[in-house]
Antibody, heavy 118, light 107 residues
Framework: EVQLVESGGGLIQPGGSVRLSCVAS????????MSWVRQAPGKGLEWVSS???????DNADSVKGRFTISRDHSKNTLYLEMNSLRADDTAVYYC????????????WGKGTTVTVSS | SYVLTQPPSVSVAPGQTAKIACGGN??????VHWYQQKPGQAPVLVVY???DRPSGIPERFSGSTSGNTATLTISRVEAGDEADYYC??????????FGGGTKLTVL
Protein backbone atom coordinates (compact mmCIF):
# COMPACT_ATOMS: atom_id res chain seq x y z
CA GLU A 1 0.00 0.00 0.00
CA VAL A 2 1.29 3.44 -0.93
CA GLN A 3 1.38 5.83 2.02
CA LEU A 4 2.62 9.39 2.47
CA VAL A 5 3.04 10.85 5.95
CA GLU A 6 3.77 14.54 6.43
CA SER A 7 5.28 16.14 9.51
CA GLY A 8 7.04 19.30 10.63
CA GLY A 9 4.19 21.74 10.82
CA GLY A 10 3.51 24.02 13.77
CA LEU A 11 3.24 27.62 14.92
CA ILE A 12 5.88 29.79 13.23
CA GLN A 13 6.50 33.49 13.67
CA PRO A 14 6.26 35.77 10.63
CA GLY A 15 9.60 35.87 8.85
CA GLY A 16 10.55 32.49 10.29
CA SER A 17 11.42 29.19 8.67
CA VAL A 18 10.31 25.58 8.87
CA ARG A 19 11.03 22.35 7.02
CA LEU A 20 8.22 19.95 6.22
CA SER A 21 8.90 16.26 5.63
CA CYS A 22 6.93 13.65 3.71
CA VAL A 23 7.99 10.07 4.38
CA ALA A 24 6.85 7.62 1.71
CA SER A 25 6.18 3.91 1.94
CA UNK A 26 5.18 1.62 -0.90
CA UNK A 27 6.56 4.13 -3.40
CA UNK A 28 10.02 5.50 -4.16
CA UNK A 29 10.07 9.30 -3.92
CA UNK A 30 12.99 9.73 -6.31
CA UNK A 31 11.25 7.63 -8.97
CA UNK A 32 8.05 9.61 -8.95
CA UNK A 33 6.63 13.06 -9.68
CA MET A 34 6.03 14.50 -6.22
CA SER A 35 4.25 17.69 -5.22
CA TRP A 36 3.24 19.87 -2.31
CA VAL A 37 -0.28 21.32 -2.31
CA ARG A 38 -1.66 23.59 0.39
CA GLN A 39 -5.07 24.64 1.63
CA ALA A 40 -5.59 27.78 3.66
CA PRO A 41 -8.35 27.66 6.31
CA GLY A 42 -11.74 27.60 4.61
CA LYS A 43 -10.16 27.98 1.17
CA GLY A 44 -9.49 25.81 -1.86
CA LEU A 45 -6.49 23.80 -2.96
CA GLU A 46 -3.37 25.62 -4.14
CA TRP A 47 -0.42 23.95 -5.83
CA VAL A 48 2.91 24.93 -4.23
CA SER A 49 5.82 23.02 -5.74
CA SER A 50 6.69 19.87 -7.70
CA UNK A 51 9.77 17.75 -8.28
CA UNK A 52 10.15 15.44 -11.26
CA UNK A 53 12.04 12.17 -11.40
CA UNK A 54 14.72 14.04 -13.35
CA UNK A 55 15.17 16.50 -10.50
CA UNK A 56 13.50 19.34 -12.37
CA UNK A 57 11.57 21.65 -10.04
CA ASP A 58 8.53 23.86 -10.63
CA ASN A 59 7.29 26.39 -8.08
CA ALA A 60 4.18 28.52 -7.82
CA ASP A 61 4.84 32.24 -8.21
CA SER A 62 3.55 32.83 -4.68
CA VAL A 63 6.45 30.85 -3.16
CA LYS A 64 9.30 31.41 -5.63
CA GLY A 65 12.47 32.47 -3.86
CA ARG A 66 11.06 31.47 -0.45
CA PHE A 67 10.21 27.74 -0.61
CA THR A 68 12.51 24.93 -1.76
CA ILE A 69 11.46 21.38 -2.55
CA SER A 70 14.01 18.59 -2.22
CA ARG A 71 14.26 14.85 -1.62
CA ASP A 72 16.49 12.32 0.12
CA HIS A 73 16.62 8.99 -1.67
CA SER A 74 18.21 7.18 1.27
CA LYS A 75 15.35 8.26 3.55
CA ASN A 76 12.69 8.02 0.83
CA THR A 77 11.52 11.43 1.96
CA LEU A 78 10.32 14.60 0.24
CA TYR A 79 10.95 17.96 1.90
CA LEU A 80 9.66 21.50 1.67
CA GLU A 81 11.94 24.15 3.14
CA MET A 82 9.87 27.25 3.84
CA ASN A 83 11.58 30.60 4.54
CA SER A 84 10.40 34.20 5.01
CA LEU A 85 7.03 32.91 6.11
CA ARG A 86 4.00 35.21 5.97
CA ALA A 87 0.55 35.03 7.49
CA ASP A 88 -0.90 34.00 4.12
CA ASP A 89 1.29 30.88 4.14
CA THR A 90 -0.92 29.54 6.95
CA ALA A 91 -2.41 26.33 5.59
CA VAL A 92 -2.57 22.56 5.67
CA TYR A 93 0.28 21.31 3.50
CA TYR A 94 -0.29 18.06 1.62
CA CYS A 95 2.33 15.87 0.00
CA UNK A 96 1.13 14.05 -3.12
CA UNK A 97 2.41 11.52 -5.65
CA UNK A 98 1.60 12.41 -9.21
CA UNK A 99 1.75 11.24 -12.78
CA UNK A 100 3.99 13.59 -14.71
CA UNK A 101 2.69 13.09 -18.22
CA UNK A 102 -0.87 14.07 -17.29
CA UNK A 103 -0.10 16.03 -14.11
CA UNK A 104 -2.65 14.53 -11.75
CA UNK A 105 -2.08 13.37 -8.17
CA UNK A 106 -3.27 9.91 -7.26
CA UNK A 107 -1.94 9.51 -3.72
CA TRP A 108 -2.15 12.12 -0.98
CA GLY A 109 -0.90 12.33 2.57
CA LYS A 110 -3.15 13.50 5.41
CA GLY A 111 -1.35 16.84 5.62
CA THR A 112 0.50 18.88 8.22
CA THR A 113 -0.64 22.28 9.48
CA VAL A 114 1.56 25.37 9.34
CA THR A 115 0.34 28.43 11.22
CA VAL A 116 2.24 31.68 10.76
CA SER A 117 1.41 34.08 13.55
CA SER A 118 3.07 36.17 16.22
CA SER B 1 -2.50 33.10 -16.66
CA TYR B 2 -5.07 30.34 -17.02
CA VAL B 3 -8.20 30.39 -14.85
CA LEU B 4 -10.59 27.58 -13.88
CA THR B 5 -14.08 28.60 -12.77
CA GLN B 6 -16.40 26.40 -10.71
CA PRO B 7 -19.80 27.21 -9.18
CA PRO B 8 -19.46 27.60 -5.41
CA SER B 9 -22.27 25.17 -4.70
CA VAL B 10 -24.51 22.52 -6.22
CA SER B 11 -27.45 20.85 -4.49
CA VAL B 12 -29.12 17.59 -5.42
CA ALA B 13 -31.59 15.16 -3.91
CA PRO B 14 -30.51 11.61 -3.13
CA GLY B 15 -30.82 9.31 -6.13
CA GLN B 16 -30.66 12.17 -8.60
CA THR B 17 -27.78 13.21 -10.86
CA ALA B 18 -25.34 15.97 -9.93
CA LYS B 19 -23.37 17.85 -12.56
CA ILE B 20 -20.43 20.01 -11.49
CA ALA B 21 -18.99 22.32 -14.13
CA CYS B 22 -15.45 23.59 -14.54
CA GLY B 23 -14.95 26.40 -17.03
CA GLY B 24 -11.71 27.36 -18.73
CA ASN B 25 -10.58 28.71 -22.07
CA UNK B 26 -10.49 25.77 -24.50
CA UNK B 27 -10.43 23.35 -21.57
CA UNK B 28 -11.50 20.62 -23.99
CA UNK B 29 -7.93 20.61 -25.30
CA UNK B 30 -6.48 19.92 -21.86
CA UNK B 31 -6.42 16.90 -19.58
CA VAL B 32 -8.84 17.55 -16.70
CA HIS B 33 -8.77 15.84 -13.33
CA TRP B 34 -11.28 15.86 -10.46
CA TYR B 35 -10.82 15.45 -6.71
CA GLN B 36 -13.30 14.86 -3.90
CA GLN B 37 -12.53 16.29 -0.46
CA LYS B 38 -14.62 15.59 2.60
CA PRO B 39 -14.32 17.80 5.71
CA GLY B 40 -11.07 17.26 7.59
CA GLN B 41 -9.76 14.80 5.01
CA ALA B 42 -7.21 14.86 2.22
CA PRO B 43 -8.40 15.10 -1.40
CA VAL B 44 -9.15 11.89 -3.28
CA LEU B 45 -8.77 11.54 -7.05
CA VAL B 46 -12.11 10.51 -8.56
CA VAL B 47 -11.59 11.18 -12.28
CA TYR B 48 -8.38 11.68 -14.26
CA UNK B 49 -7.62 12.52 -17.88
CA UNK B 50 -11.13 13.88 -18.48
CA UNK B 51 -13.07 10.66 -18.00
CA ASP B 52 -10.98 7.83 -16.50
CA ARG B 53 -11.67 6.49 -13.04
CA PRO B 54 -9.01 5.25 -10.60
CA SER B 55 -9.57 1.79 -9.22
CA GLY B 56 -12.00 1.81 -6.33
CA ILE B 57 -14.00 4.79 -7.55
CA PRO B 58 -17.65 3.87 -8.28
CA GLU B 59 -18.91 3.95 -11.85
CA ARG B 60 -21.41 6.57 -10.68
CA PHE B 61 -18.59 9.10 -11.07
CA SER B 62 -17.88 10.16 -14.65
CA GLY B 63 -16.26 13.05 -16.45
CA SER B 64 -16.51 14.77 -19.80
CA THR B 65 -15.16 17.83 -21.55
CA SER B 66 -16.37 19.93 -24.46
CA GLY B 67 -15.24 23.34 -25.64
CA ASN B 68 -14.78 25.59 -22.64
CA THR B 69 -16.41 23.36 -20.02
CA ALA B 70 -15.47 20.17 -18.21
CA THR B 71 -18.16 18.36 -16.23
CA LEU B 72 -18.07 15.91 -13.36
CA THR B 73 -21.27 13.87 -13.26
CA ILE B 74 -22.32 11.90 -10.21
CA SER B 75 -25.23 9.55 -10.87
CA ARG B 76 -27.56 8.16 -8.23
CA VAL B 77 -26.18 10.57 -5.65
CA GLU B 78 -25.79 9.27 -2.10
CA ALA B 79 -25.46 11.10 1.18
CA GLY B 80 -21.81 10.01 1.32
CA ASP B 81 -21.06 11.96 -1.85
CA GLU B 82 -21.50 15.24 0.01
CA ALA B 83 -18.11 16.92 -0.26
CA ASP B 84 -16.10 19.62 -1.99
CA TYR B 85 -15.07 18.84 -5.55
CA TYR B 86 -12.11 20.41 -7.36
CA CYS B 87 -11.13 20.32 -11.02
CA UNK B 88 -7.44 20.57 -11.95
CA UNK B 89 -5.38 20.99 -15.11
CA UNK B 90 -1.83 21.73 -16.12
CA UNK B 91 -1.22 24.81 -18.23
CA UNK B 92 2.05 26.19 -19.58
CA UNK B 93 1.29 29.66 -18.19
CA UNK B 94 0.12 28.59 -14.75
CA UNK B 95 1.70 25.16 -14.19
CA UNK B 96 -0.57 23.03 -12.03
CA UNK B 97 -3.90 24.75 -11.36
CA PHE B 98 -7.03 23.98 -9.34
CA GLY B 99 -10.50 25.38 -9.72
CA GLY B 100 -11.99 27.17 -6.75
CA GLY B 101 -14.01 24.16 -5.69
CA THR B 102 -17.71 23.28 -5.58
CA LYS B 103 -19.54 22.24 -2.44
CA LEU B 104 -21.98 19.44 -3.22
CA THR B 105 -24.93 19.33 -0.85
CA VAL B 106 -27.18 16.28 -0.78
CA LEU B 107 -30.62 17.47 0.23
Amino acid sequence: EVQLVESGGGLIQPGGSVRLSCVASGVTVSSNYMSWVRQAPGKGLEWVSSMYMSGRIDNADSVKGRFTISRDHSKNTLYLEMNSLRADDTAVYYCARGVDDLYYMDVWGKGTTVTVSS
Amino acid sequence: SYVLTQPPSVSVAPGQTAKIACGGNDIGSKSVHWYQQKPGQAPVLVVYDDSDRPSGIPERFSGSTSGNTATLTISRVEAGDEADYYCQVWDSSSDLLFGGGTKLTVL
